[in-house]
Structure formats: structure tokens, C-alpha cells
């Protein structure tokens, strides 16, 4: 997959100033950039927080003080299995000061991202997801997948929010725009059509422009060869479950020891999703528990 994915020719992610039209983006794409969501402070915080709750977790798991499953998510990697070192997480974040203050700040009345989540999701939607993912050094490309089977309406949409620049090299998650819909699902699940479609040419130019009253989002655009997620830091990616992506190899010089850190967060519309509850990345004490505004509500207070 990665070398075929190599191949592939790249757009521009999805992005407006208007968020009117980020909204119409992510409905039509699959995938849209929100700038400037967080301060670049509450991002470094963050990050630092993250890593030491990295090692925390995998030490508790270890001495026996939880279970794996308790503090960490299956990280879908072809090597995972038969690397020694472990070299990608998905972890499970606890609803601490530090998580409470960058998600206030990100779900502020008004923000950037709250305007797209209330129109996307709405403010009664579920949080189904609370997590970072880590990837160090030599990790190797993940699997390309969707998080949920295609659905004739969408069912979840997760925010990466990037914790420090995130380069070409330092393994930025990969997109497939427009591969939300049932053509693009049919196709990746046929041997034969997998191949051309991870290697897609776009079907056409990326709209940045796009002209509302002409808009119909029950017809999204269709596969629009890749897009990276190489941007700077404080910056959100949202994206539709059902849209195919991975996480590339993180290809940082080993002496570096750069990780690359992405706090997420996911909510759901309101469809069914107990397949999903079963492997979602949320601390069991925390899941099923907040909607999206009480959630950034309860980290105001």
C-alpha cells in the first residue's frame, strides 16, 4: 500500500476562512482544515501531558495496574505484531486540567471548530472519542482504512488538532478526499480496484470556491487523489469516518527523537454506533458521558 500510495498525485487539503464553507468542504470532501484553533502554548502543554500520559499508561500496563485495553487503542499497523519496539500508540486520555483546558479553548462558543462541530454534528451529539495518537521514529505506514463501513448518512467526525508542526517526515496522516462515499468503499473492498483507487488521478480541482445553492451533499465528490496532513502546529483536520486515511511512516531522524502527537477528538450524530463503542479511543470512566456542549461546559468550569 505505501508504495502505491506514494504514487499517487497530492492536493491541497480542503480549506476556507469562511466557516460556512468549511462546513459545505467537509460535506462534500470528506475532510477539511480549520486553522489556528488552539494557542500555540495550550498545543506544547498539551503535548508535554500527552507523552508523559503515554509512559504512564504503558507502565501501569505493564506492573498490572490496568488493562491494556483500559489505556490504549489497537493501532492499525502491519508491523505492530512483529516490532520489538513499540513505535506507534493510540492512547486514551483522562479528562484531566490539562485536556480540560485545551478542549474549553477548542469548543469555545464561537471558535473556529465549534462552528463547524454544531453544524456537523450539533451540540447534542455524543463525544465518542478522547485520545492522542503517537508515533516515534522509524514507525512504519499504517494500514489504509475508514473508521466506520459506509453508511448512506454520516455516522461519526473526528478532529485532529496537531500538538507541534508536524513535516513531511515526521509522518502526517494521509487522506483520500471524496472516498466517502459507497463508489469508493465498493471499490476498496474489490482486490482488482484497490490498487487504482489508492493511486487515484483526481477526478478534478479541489472547489475552494464552492457555490452553496449548487451544493448537494448526498452526492460527494468522488476520489481526489491525496492529501497530507503537513501542517503547523494548533492546526485541526475533521474528517468523516467513513473516509479512507492512514497515518504515514514517521520517517524523523532517529537521533532527533522527534514523536509526532495528535489529540483527537470524535462525536457521533446520533446513529447507532455500538460496533464502534467497542474498540473507541475513551477512558471507560468517561465514555458515554458528555454531548458536545456539556462537554465544553464541563471543561469551562
Not at 503535548?47 to 489497537?74: H, I, Q, T
Request: charged share 25%.
Amino acid at each position: 500500500e505505501q508504495k502505491l500510495m506514494e504514487c499517487a498525485p497530492q492536493v491541497p487539503l480542503p480549506s476556507s476562512e469562511s466557516s460556512v464553507e468549511r462546513v459545505e468542504l467537509l460535506r462534500q470532501h470528506g475532510v477539511v482544515h480549520t486553522p489556528n484553533v488552539l494557542s500555540k502554548h495550550s498545543a506544547q502543554s498539551l503535548r508535554e501531558y500527552a507523552l508523559k500520559c503515554r509512559d504512564l499508561a504503558s507502565n501501569e500496563v505493564v506492573n498490572g495496574d490496568a488493562e491494556e485495553f483500559e489505556r490504549f487503542s489497537d493501532v492499525l499497523s502491519p508491523n505492530s505484531v512483529l516490532e520489538q519496539v513499540q513505535r506507534r500508540w493510540d492512547l486514551k486520555l483522562p479528562l484531566e486540567a490539562p485536556v480540560k483546558l485545551a478542549v474549553a479553548e477548542l469548543l469555545a462558543p464561537g471558535s473556529p471548530l465549534r462552528q463547524v462541530l454544531d453544524e456537523v454534528v450539533g451540540p447534542s451529539s455524543t463525544l465518542q472519542e478522547l485520545g492522542c495518537l503517537i508515533s516515534a521514529p522509524g514507525s512504519s505506514q499504517q494500514v489504509c482504512h475508514s473508521d466506520t463501513m459506509w453508511t448512506p448518512e454520516p455516522v461519526l467526525f473526528t478532529t485532529f488538532i496537531t500538538l507541534q508542526d508536524v513535516s513531511r517526515d515526521l509522518g502526517p496522516t494521509v487522506f483520500l478526499p471524496g472516498t466517502h462515499s459507497e463508489e469508493a468503499h465498493v471499490r476498496f473492498d474489490d482486490v482488482e480496484e484497490k490498487d487504482s483507487l489508492l493511486q487515484e488521478e483526481p477526478a478534478g480541482p479541489i472547489n475552494h470556491n464552492i457555490v452553496l445553492d449548487e451544493f448537494d451533499p448526498k452526492s460527494p465528490y468522488q476520489e481526489t487523489g491525496q492529501c497530507r496532513g503537513v501542517l503547523e502546529c494548533a492546526q485541526a483536520i475533521t474528517y468523516d469516518s467513513r473516509l479512507l486515511h492512514c497515518g504515514s511512516p514517521n520517517e524523523a531522524d532517529t537521533r532527533d527523537g522527534m514523536e509526532r502527537a495528535i489529540f483527537y477528538l470524535s462525536f457521533s450524530t446520533g446513529e447507532e454506533l455500538k460496533e464502534f463503542q467497542n474498540v473507541a479511543t475513551i477512558r471507560p470512566e468517561i465514555q458515554s458521558r458528555f454531548t458536545l456542549l456539556s462537554l465544553s461546559q464541563a471543561c469551562t468550569t
